[in-house]
């Protein structure tokens, strides 16, 4: 054992390359282990409740919250951290600190705020969301919003923190953590049965509750004070909001594509929503998987070459990590479309997910899993992005979004019905991709020479 540690120190340590490759491999394990209790939460989903309506209003009513966390909270991550780790280099631990407390107390206000507004305005927008939804259906999403609400600050707190961890490089428990929403999921479904899809929401909220007790006592060994503190309005602050507000436009612009495609199914027939949703999972998983291994193990490393101008290195970096991400993605993918359905069959076919279920999820994961090469490769580009202060492209490059992905959806739909909504996302993602990595390429060209 302790030569196996002595040559993965050896074999991890040095360049930076090697330092990033180390901190994936750590993370992307630590998250297989978090998506395996996923998958087997997902299984226990599919038994109890199928594609029946149940699961429609659960997927429903989380799909304003899932929009605000990714709008508000991940975008603040994204603006926060390089700038984060800028300050702690250039100016010490203090400065650091005092950055971090004085973006808790935004973030965490920008959610509270928000969070009462989504409650207040439910009964109007989920009538124009769940267009379909007969009226008994419409009300246990609303109910189901009602659980779900704390989620919403819970998600921002863990996202924030998490990021900070693995500022610290320190990813192991910042990618274990979520194992405990998916477990605590599973263990309310079972305990408490007579709940229906009730307990699976009650899960949620208490399994993102236990997440934020083990990162808080992670930040608090770290020495760092997790009390929100007001330092005023300085200049490390004022750059994380000029970063901020554009990496906001641009969430609103491309989280907009799935909340497009829920309120489309929606709109079709009864199980559409939750057929499109398990259609995603795996593809979910897989892009999941690689995302959060390289965005937790890039920006790090990213922003100390950018903070240092290491523009050489920077160069090498996205060139040698695009390759491996496409080696590696593109079989992947060609092994998903070829065993779809078995896959499909092996994962949910059981208790209220029956045959039929299996036959049209298979043909929407097909579909859906055209995508991974390319929202893998531009998960590693926008990191860069956002690690050289740039977020406002991601406002340009992603605002054609939302409207070619209703063009898409209604062309693709008249076709291929609810499995057109999985196309059309797999298209946009690759037209994004270009995109953004046009626009680097030009970017470093201009600033190597």
């Known amino acids: ?56 209003a659960f997927l429903i009513a989380l799909l304003v919250p899932a929009f605000i966390i990714t709008v508000i909270s991940e975008s603040l991550n994204a603006a926060l951290i390089p700038t984060y780790i800028q300050v702690r280099e250039q100016q010490g631990k203090v400065a650091a ?19 009462i507004g989504m409650v207040a305005t439910a009964p109007i927008y989920l009538g124009w969301i769940a267009q379909g939804f007969e009226p008994a259906k419409l009300q246990m999403t609303l109910q189901l919003l009602w659980v779900i609400t704390p989620s919403v600050l819970l998600s921002g707190i863990i996202t924030l923190w998490s990021a900070v961890l693995n500022a610290g490089e320190r990813f192991v428990l910042a990618a274990l953590c979520p194992v405990l929403t998916p477990i605590m999921s599973i263990f309310m479904m079972i305990a408490f049965p007579q709940w229906g899809i009730f307990a699976f929401a009650a899960g949620v909220v208490l399994g993102e509750l236990l997440e934020v007790v083990f990162l808080g006592t992670a930040l608090r060994r770290q020495e760092l004070s997790l009390y929100p503190s007001w330092h005023g309005l300085d200049q490390n602050l004022r750059q994380v909001i000029g970063q901020y507000l554009p990496m906001v436009a641009g969430a609103l612009l491309f989280s907009s594509a799935n909340f497009i495609d829920q309120t489309m199914a929606a709109m079709m027939l009864p199980g559409s929503v939750a057929a499109l949703n398990y259609g995603n999972r795996l593809t979910a998983v897989l892009v999941g998987l690689s995302t959060t291994a390289i965005s937790a193990a890039v920006i790090p490393y990213f922003s100390k070459m950018i903070a240092h101008e290491n523009w050489r290195g920077v160069r090498h970096t996205l060139r040698q990590y695009l390759g491996l991400i496409f080696a590696i993605t593109i079989p992947l993918t060609g092994i998903l479309l070829i ?11 059981r208790g209220a997910f029956i045959a039929s279920d299996t036959d049209l999820v298979a043909q929407i994961q097909i579909c859906f899993a055209l995508q991974i ?28 979004s939302p409207l070619l992905n209703i063009i898409f959806n209604y062309l693709f739909v008249s076709y291929f019905g609810i499995k057109g909504i999985a196309l059309s996302t797999s298209c946009i993602y690759l037209l994004t991709f270009l995109a953004t990595f046009s626009f680097m390429q030009h970017k470093l060209e201009k600033i190597a020479d």
């Open 339 to 349: 065993g779809s359905e078995l896959i499909i069959r092996l994962l949910f076919q």
């Open 97 to 115: 600190q005092q950055l971090f407390s004085s973006a808790m107390i935004w973030g965490i206000g920008l959610l509270v705020l928000t969070s």
């Open 373 to 400: 090469p390319f929202y893998v490769a531009n998960i590693l580009v926008v990191r860069l992005i956002s690690s050289m202060r740039l977020n406002q492209i991601l406002l340009w490059t992603s605002g054609f």
């Open 1 to 56: 054992m302790q030569q196996f540690y002595s040559r993965w120190k050896q074999l991890t340590s040095g360049s930076v390359s090697r330092q990033i490759f180390g901190a994936i491999v750590i993370v992307g394990l630590s998250t297989v282990l978090v998506k395996f209790a996923a998958f087997i939460k997902d299984a226990v989903v599919a038994w109890r409740f199928g594609t029946g309506n149940e699961l429609d």
